[in-house]
């Protein structure tokens, strides 16, 4: 069992994944398992689960409205992913019912329930996804999962079963206070003493070996069972991808486990810290926003979603909509200009380098055109060595300067001090034969586009 057989390639299919501990009907399943959840709700120290603490990693506004605001939701359609994962695992919980009752159900008879199951359940308002999938093609998906498993695991006596949706119940802490809940798929334990988790799933990917060496689900469910029971010494975390015929097993370190639970109790701790103040739970708008049920309330979410099925008659009505295409717009047309004058610049900058070749060429200082033209000017600039640009020469300057009078009003050389020093000091004097050694000269050429001024 613990050996995985070769995967086939993913099946790509729109029905969506949906996390197990979701479904709605597991619940119309497992009656007593719903009271259950909402008794320790309800009692003064909230029960954490997994998907209670990632739904806060996820995103904290989506925690508050659903665990501390408890906002209501619509009864929603249900999605074939889940209608079809909760039959999965529904037939697979009945095989092994059987099986810890010493009988091993045929495949035809597994097949007949899973065809009543589906039957009995099935309703057209379930929702498929899939443009040109039909609710029988889901029903051979589904079935295709059982069979495959059947087919792997028969005579499904690799282990013992200890529990069939096992709920387990745990304190992350020695004291008792940060409390979890899970539900286990199948708990089994074999002939050499390993406990294994099993959780089955009927996603549309296969994850990696690292993704669910990192997922940290079963592993809470492990420290549960390492509480609940004594002597818990080899646990292996097993999930079984169904559609893919492949199973990934998975061990923590008791340091490993160590950490999660450190790392569960900061996140509840967190949690709690921030009471229900709505502001202290802020949105995580993301990619995951598209599948959130708080869409309508959520404020990184509502306007959307009202626009959306808001009626293009409508649409144009609502004064934000209409501010938000034409902000839109303008930033188009900024763009475009953008670009276009960019494009302009370089242009412009091509012919005043030619005017300047012209000009230098031909002796030029003024170029003309029709009725405008082009300036040339030519300045030597006086510079002396920069401390940035030429540190060096700079540093000779500063040590020239600096046993003379002239220090306190040049020590900072600056270019133009400098230049002014230069251009006022008496030729020959003490200052001007320092200067020279730095000084230089640096020709600038500049056009520039006038009015013809013979045009009156
Ligand atoms: S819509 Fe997005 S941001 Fe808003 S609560 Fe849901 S997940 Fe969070």
Request: with cysteine; charged share 30%.
């Amino acid at each position: 069992m613990r050996q995985a057989r070769a995967d086939g390639p993913p099946r790509s299919s729109a029905i969506a994944d949906v996390p197990r501990k979701a479904r709605g009907d597991r619940r119309a399943v497992r009656g007593s398992g719903l009271l259950m959840v909402n008794t320790l709700v309800n009692l003064p120290m909230p029960v954490y689960s997994h998907s209670r603490i990632e739904s806060f990693r996820h995103c904290p506004r989506k925690y508050f409205y659903r665990y501390i605001a408890k906002i209501e939701l619509p009864e929603q359609p249900e999605q074939i992913a889940t209608f079809l994962g909760s039959r999965v695992h529904a037939v697979l919980e009945h095989l092994y019912e059987r099986v810890a009752k010493g009988i091993v159900p045929s495949v035809e008879s597994l097949r007949e329930q899973f065809d009543q199951e589906w039957a009995s359940h099935w309703t057209p308002a379930v929702v498929i996804h899939d443009r040109g999938a039909t609710p029988d093609d889901c029903i051979s998906l589904g079935w295709r999962c059982i069979e495959k498993y059947y087919q792997r695991f028969h005579p499904f006596d690799q282990a013992t079963v200890i529990g069939l949706e096992q709920m387990i119940t745990f304190p992350l802490d020695e004291a008792g206070r940060f409390k979890m809940i899970g539900y286990i798929d199948r708990l089994t334990k074999t002939a050499d003493g390993c406990w294994q988790i099993h959780d089955y799933k009927t996603n549309s990917s296969l994850p990696t070996q690292a993704e669910k060496d990192d997922d940290p689900q079963l592993a809470y469910y492990e420290i549960g069972i390492r509480r609940m029971w004594k002597g818990v010494e080899h646990v292996e975390l097993i999930w079984h991808f169904l559609r893919f015929d492949h199973s990934i097993v998975s061990t923590r370190t008791p340091s490993q486990l160590d950490q999660l639970r450190a790392e569960a109790i900061a996140t509840i701790t967190d949690i709690e810290g921030r009471g229900d103040d709505t502001s202290r739970f802020p949105t995580h708008e993301g990619p995951l926003c598209s599948y959130c049920e708080y869409q309508q309330v959520c404020p990184a979410r509502k306007h959307l979603y009202q626009v959306r099925v808001m009626p293009e008659s409508d649409l144009a009505r609502e004064p934000a909509v209409a501010l938000v295409d034409r902000w839109a717009e303008l930033d188009s047309k900024r763009k475009l200009l953008q670009g276009e004058q960019g494009d302009i610049d370089g242009q412009i900058e091509e012919i005043r380098q030619a005017l300047l070749a012209i000009a230098q060429r031909d002796g030029l200082e003024l170029i003309a055109g029709r009725r405008t033209e082009v300036a040339i000017t030519v300045n030597d600039r006086v510079l002396f060595p920069r401390k940035g640009q030429e540190p060096e020469k700079a540093a000779e300057l500063e040590a020239a300067l600096r046993a003379t009078p002239w220090w306190p009003q040049l020590s900072s050389l600056n270019v133009g001090d400098l230049r002014t020093a230069w251009e006022s000091a008496e030729t020959n004097s003490e200052l001007r034969r320092i200067l020279e050694k730095f000084v230089w000269t640096d020709r600038e050429r500049s056009a520039r586009l006038r009015a013809r001024r013979d045009h009156k």
